[in-house]
């Protein structure tokens, strides 16, 4: 017999009971015992890479779905002054695919400051792109806006400390002009 006949018969002993399975082997003879042996030593092989793929992907989805949630945590949170201006700058069908998703505080003053029509065009879009945008490309932008939110944060807390630094070199600077036009 070939492999394949081997494979074939090793799936059908997979489906019984131990015990059926091991009478049926002691009726064969060795060379036919140890070749169909193999056979379910592979299938049992295979069948644990199957569950590891299946496990890997379980977790990749449960990380990415976590990851998801963390960054509608982040924009559902943040204050509308901090997302508002990276909201106005993006384009319709971003703003669609994260108005569809995110449910922050934000939302009404974002539709409120852009024009009716815009407005109009966003819902429309959501309820078009809503139903057929891709996890994987939501997550994406979410991402991407998060990131950018967050850079533009960074950026204003980083002038912050260089702002307090120029204010105490320039004032002392002013009240000592001011000092000598006084004298003057």
């Known amino acids: 017999m070939n492999n394949d006949a081997y494979a074939r018969i090793a799936l059908r002993l997979r489906g019984l009971a131990a015990v059926d399975r091991e009478w049926i082997l002691q ?3 060795a060379q ?4 169909i042996s193999a056979a379910l030593q592979r299938l049992r092989m295979e069948n644990m890479v199957g569950q590891a793929n299946v496990t890997a992907s379980t977790d990749a989805r449960v990380s990415r779905r ?3 949630e963390k960054h509608l945590q982040i924009l559902e949170s943040l204050p509308a002054a901090s997302v508002l201006g990276v909201m106005k ?3 319709d069908w971003v703003l669609a695919v994260v108005l569809a998703a995110a449910r922050g505080s934000w939302n009404a003053q974002l539709l409120q400051s852009l024009a009716p029509e815009r ?5 429309l879009l959501t309820n078009e792109l809503s139903p057929r945008v891709k996890p994987a490309v939501r997550d994406a932008v979410l991402r991407m806006l998060v990131a950018k939110i967050e850079s533009q944060e960074a950026v204003a807390t980083a002038f912050s400390p ?3 630094v120029l204010d105490r070199v320039v004032r ?4 000592m002009a001011q000092r000598i036009r006084e004298r003057l």
Do not use: G, N, Y
């Not at 036919?32 to 070749?35: A, D, F, L, N, T």
């Open 27 to 29: 009726k064969l003879d």
């Open 89 to 91: 700058a993006q384009p």
């Open 172 to 175: 002392p600077s002013a009240e």
């Open 162 to 164: 260089f702002d307090a």
């Open 119 to 123: 407005v109009r065009v966003l819902h």
């Open 32 to 35: 036919e015992c140890r070749s």
């Open 66 to 68: 976590a990851e998801r």
